[in-house]
Nanobody
Framework: QVQLAESGGGLVQPGGSLRLSCATS????????MNWYRQAPGKQRELVAT???????NYADSARGRFTISRDNAKNTVYLQMNSLKPEDTAVYYC?????????WGQGTQVTVSS
């Protein structure tokens, strides 16, 4: 079993920045790739960014160039640095991973981009 706990969401003005954190209960080396998803009201959950065990990253087109996913193996924590935020980035952001064939989700953290 893996517990994931997100933090760092909040209210930010357009053009601002936030850094989300996802703390895991297991070593990052023992679990699969770490993913950030988001879900806006009335929309499907979408994959935003992924970081593999070897540090390889991948981004949705909407995030590329503005968001950066990273990991701190010593702290068992994954981050999502979000810059140049737009109102359309407003959503609940979830951390996700897989472990022994099962998927695990955090509780989510709300990001609201508004003036």
């Amino acid at each position: 079993q893996v517990q994931l706990a997100e933090s760092g969401g909040g209210l930010v003005q357009p053009g601002g920045s936030l850094r989300l954190s996802c703390a895991t209960s297991r070593s990052l080396f023992s679990i699969g790739a770490m993913n950030w998803y988001r879900q806006a009201p009335g929309k499907q959950r979408e994959l935003v960014a992924t970081i593999s065990n070897n540090g390889r990253t991948n981004y949705a087109d909407s995030a590329r160039g503005r968001f950066t996913i990273s990991r701190d193996n010593a702290k068992n924590t994954v981050y999502l640095q979000m810059n140049s935020l737009k109102p359309e980035d407003t959503a609940v952001y979830y951390c996700h991973t897989a472990y022994i064939g099962l998927g695990y989700w955090g509780q989510g953290t709300q990001v609201t981009v508004s003036s």
